[in-house]
Each structure stands twice: as structure tokens, then as C-alpha cells.
């Protein structure tokens, strides 16, 4: 993909959601976080779902702390991983507070040192809470930087390093929010929607999607 294309593509992407946000549910950088960290193999839908439960209960850390792990393995058990994240969150919670004052840290080499904080983790926190312009990897973003051509790379470390030399700089602090959401919705796994898509002719993709027939009224029956 030619430069003049990435900055057609984000131009585009950006008309249409000036403004991208998480789709997780959070009050503060430290929910976040704990959102984040159980975001891990399950849906933003199932977390928030997860979080709507736990956040009442325990908003800062000293809360989770206080809440204690066999509570918080009960509040999250609906969730993937469960036990291993009731574990991270009551350990990172601690961390926290013996470390950092019970805040979280805009640091990316502090925040990777919590127990189930990867590169990715960290840096939706430093991009989402901080204002960064730095660029998390999902399974969505990894996608759509492949298929389109954007920054096509054989793991996410590598499609991250080409993002933060492609992407137009005006547009980095967004790039990773446009990403995920065009691949949630548009550009999907198995099934891409190039039909409404708003950068298709922008797009390397070449088996070009067709939307799917109509049905008339005699198909659909009595």
C-alpha cells in the first residue's frame, strides 16, 4: 500500500468515527487495566459483563485487594481463564499499591512487569489512559494490517513495528482504535463484508466479498 493510500485510508477511517473509544467499560486507568488484563481470549461484551459485577465491588485496588481471591474467582468465573485472571488481578492489584501508590503507572517497562501485562496490554493502558501514540495488535488488527496490505507481517511484533513507521503520524493515536473496530465488524475473520466497506478500493484483498442475495417474497415463504 502506497503512502498516499494509508493516508487516504485513515482519512477515511477517521471521517466516519472521529472520536474511536475502547468498547470495554471502565472508570478509571486502574479498571482498565483489570479490563484489559481479562480481555485475554474473551469478547469486550463478556468482560463487560464481568466488570459490571466486580467494579461496584472493588474500584481501586485496595478494594480488590479487600475482596479477596476467592471472591474475586466467583465474580469472574464466566469469563475464560478465569482462575488464572482471579490470580493476576488480586497479584497486580497488590503490586500496585506496595509500588506505585496504588495508581498506574505511565510506564511501559512498570506496567509489563504485572503479573498478565504483556506489550499489548500495556499498550492499550499507555494509548487509552495516557494519550501515547502507541499501537496494540489484536487478533483484528493483525488481520486487517495483513489483508488490506496496510503493514503485512508474520507475527504481531512485526505488524506493530511497521504500523508505527506507516501509519501518517497525525493519525497514530487512533490508528489501533480504527483497526480493531473496522475488523470487528467490517473486515471479519471468515466472512470480510467488502461490499460496505469504506476503503475496499484502497484494500490488496483481491476475492472481493459480494453482499449476500436478496430474498424475495416467494422465497422467504408463507
Known amino acids: 500500500m502506497s503512502p498516499k493510500h494509508r493516508l487516504e485510508m485513515f482519512r477515511r477511517l477517521a471521517a466516519a468515527n472521529p472520536e474511536p473509544e475502547t468498547e470495554l467499560e471502565y472508570g478509571s486507568p486502574y479498571q ?13 461484551k463478556s468482560v463487560n459483563l464481568v466488570t459490571r459485577r466486580l467494579f461496584p465491588l472493588a474500584p481501586t485496588p485496595q478494594a480488590m485487594v479487600g475482596l479477596g481471591l476467592e471472591r474475586i474467582t466467583d465474580t469472574i ?8 485472571k ?10 500496585l499499591i506496595d509500588q506505585h501508590g496504588g495508581e498506574v ?4 517497562e512498570a506496567l509489563e512487569a504485572l503479573p498478565g501485562v504483556g506489550r499489548k496490554t500495556a499498550n492499550v493502558i499507555l494509548n487509552v489512559a495516557f ?32 504500523l508505527l513507521k506507516v501509519v501518517p503520524k497525525e493519525y497514530r493515536l487512533h490508528a489501533h482504535h480504527w483497526l480493531i473496530l473496522h475488523g470487528r ?5 471468515r466472512t470480510p463484508e467488502c461490499w460496505r466497506c469504506p476503503i475496499s478500493d484502497l484494500c490488496a484483498f483481491e476475492p472481493k466479498t459480494l453482499p449476500p442475495p436478496r430474498r424475495s417474497a416467494l422465497d422467504q415463504g408463507p
Not at 465488524?185 to 475473520?189: E, L, Q, R, S, T
Open 77 to 84: 468465573r464466566t469469563i475464560g481463564l478465569f482462575r488464572n
Open 185 to 189: 465488524y467490517i473486515c471479519k475473520a
Open 131 to 162: 494519550g501515547h501514540p502507541t499501537i496494540a495488535v489484536d487478533t483484528h488488527t493483525f488481520r486487517v494490517s495483513n489483508r488490506t496490505g496496510l503493514a503485512p507481517g508474520r507475527n504481531v511484533d512485526e505488524v506493530e513495528q511497521k
Open 86 to 95: 482471579a490470580k493476576n488481578l488480586l497479584t497486580m492489584s497488590q503490586i
Open 105 to 108: 503507572p505511565d510506564n511501559r
Open 32 to 44: 482498565l487495566l483489570a479490563a484489559v488484563l481479562m480481555s485475554a481470549q474473551a469478547t469486550d
